[in-house]
């Protein structure tokens, strides 16, 4: 268990609705990472936020948007939701905002289908 | 554009025997590379840091390499056990991390 949390755990929607998927940190971590995973793509990094503030941008759609709250939870909101945004979305937290020389701690996934 | 390259075909590899797991990267002088391990459905898991500095780095039964002159990191897992069946994920740390697709790794007892 490397104690961050996520969920729901499966989401099924359809074309054009709205979803937000939850992720608690580790204790005492204060960055925040979602990332996106297709069997195609592979693991595409979406988001990063440290202690409440946006600290980097990846492939993330203007459709997607994301924040993290006081407490340190973050939330990725999908809108306008299509066929090709089925995937492990997953979420992961670290100690500091420099992801390049933290170990990352991810979450167990929400796994969003979109019909 | 940033680009790395894991073996996309599994690697299959007979139990006790040393597994070599490649990741190659191209356009990008990362200061860090990361593997990870994924069993399928779950999340990501840490294994080994290695900083450009860093010829080799070791844990227990696994062995990481970093060439930056090559622009390669090789992964051995020794003595290798059907447990150790799994993908496994590098990753290139910058201003921000950049994943491999990943290679499977299948152990035959």
């Known amino acids: 268990d490397s104690g961050v949390t996520q969920t729901p755990k499966h989401l099924i929607t359809a074309t054009g609705q709205r979803v937000t998927l939850r992720c608690s940190p580790r204790?005492?971590?204060?960055?925040v990472y979602w990332y996106q995973q297709s069997l195609d793509q592979g693991l595409q990094f979406l988001i990063q936020?440290?202690?409440?503030?946006?600290?980097a941008k990846g492939n993330i759609l203007e459709r997607f948007s994301a924040q993290q709250f006081p407490d340190l939870h973050s939330e990725l909101n999908l809108s306008s939701l299509e066929l090709g945004d089925s995937a492990l979305y997953f979420c992961?937290?670290?100690?500091?905002?420099?992801?390049?020389?933290?170990?990352?701690?991810f979450g167990p996934g929400t796994r969003l289908t979109v019909l | 554009s940033q680009k790395i390259e894991q073996n996309s075909e599994a690697l299959n590899i007979q139990e006790g025997k040393t597994a070599t797991l490649t990741c190659n990267y191209t356009?990008?002088?990362?200061?860090?590379l990361q593997w990870y391990r994924q069993d399928p459905g779950r999340g990501p898991v840490f294994l080994l840091l290695?900083?450009?500095?860093?010829k080799e780095k070791r844990k227990e039964r696994l062995k990481v390499t970093f060439d930056t002159t090559l622009k390669q990191s090789l992964f051995h897992i020794t003595a290798s056990q059907p447990a150790d069946s799994a993908t496994y994920l590098c990753?290139?740390?910058?201003?921000?991390?950049?994943f491999g697709k990943g290679t499977r790794l299948h152990i035959l007892p």
């Open positions: 356009n990008y002088s990362p200061a860090y």
């Open positions: 290695i900083r450009e500095n860093e």
């Open positions: 990753a290139l740390g910058g201003d921000k991390i950049i």
């Open positions: 204790s005492g971590d204060l960055s």
């Open positions: 992961a937290s670290s100690r500091t905002h420099r992801s390049s020389y933290n170990e990352q701690f």
């Open positions: 936020y440290y202690n409440g503030e946006e600290r």
